[in-house]
């Protein structure tokens, strides 16, 4: 996913990786998540990944096949016991990572693991940027389907206000939780902006039923 080049120069403008801005673009489209598993969504994955539970077995870092299909997050929880999920997992990990080389921390569920909540911590290395951080969770539902919920977390040493103002133009803000942190909408995903000193966090979390 590429954003258009005024949405880029918003962005290099205000510090912003181009990680947030595609799915801002995207969004503001349109086009909700989850998406079909088309070809835009069929990228190899090259990650590493750790994973905790009682008996916790970290997992090895390897690069991928180019011809792989299933992501080594997917495949790290199937390994867990963590079936149910697997094609959501492998849905979302793709999109949230695409192909860069990131790295996971896996928190497999210590008992009836495809009945318990599976989640994983990832670092998404962002070019000519700092890394974006990424947590997300999967659960199995009584219907046999999978909800998930993400959050993606980044830093921009501009102020939130010039953020609102140059990357985030096509949206309105909702509102704040409290006082200091805003929100914004873009379909179903919720964008927050955070001041931390004189930059912004930037926040955005979807729920996936």
């Known amino acids: 996913m590429h954003c258009s080049r005024e949405a880029c120069l918003r962005a290099s403008a205000c510090g912003v990786s181009r990680f947030l801005v595609p799915a801002i673009f995207l969004f503001c489209a349109g086009l909700t998540f989850p998406a079909p598993a088309s070809a835009q969504y069929q990228r190899t994955e090259r990650s590493t990944a750790t994973a905790e539970s009682t008996n916790a077995v970290p997992v090895a870092p390897q690069a991928a096949s180019p011809a792989a299909v299933t992501s080594e997050i997917t495949q790290a929880a199937v390994r867990g016991g963590v079936l149910t999920c697997a094609n959501r997992i492998d849905q ?34 962002v070019q000519n940027a700092g890394p974006v951080y990424v947590s997300v969770g999967f659960a199995s539902n009584a219907l046999g389907g999978c909800g998930a919920a993400y959050d993606t977390v980044e830093y921009s040493a501009s102020a939130c206000a010039d953020v609102e103002k140059n990357v985030l133009k096509g949206l309105k803000r909702s509102g704040v939780i409290k006082k200091d942190i805003m929100i914004f909408s873009a379909g179903t995903v919720k964008i927050f902006l955070m001041p931390a000193g004189t930059g912004c966090v930037i926040i955005k979390k979807e729920v996936v039923q």
Not at 100 to 108: M, V
Request: zero cysteines; proline letters at 9%.
């Open 92 to 125: 979302i990990s793709k999109y949230l990572t695409g192909d860069t080389q990131n790295g996971a921390f896996l928190f497999l569920p210590k008992r009836q693991p495809d009945q318990g909540i599976f989640s994983a911590s990832l670092e998404v290395p």
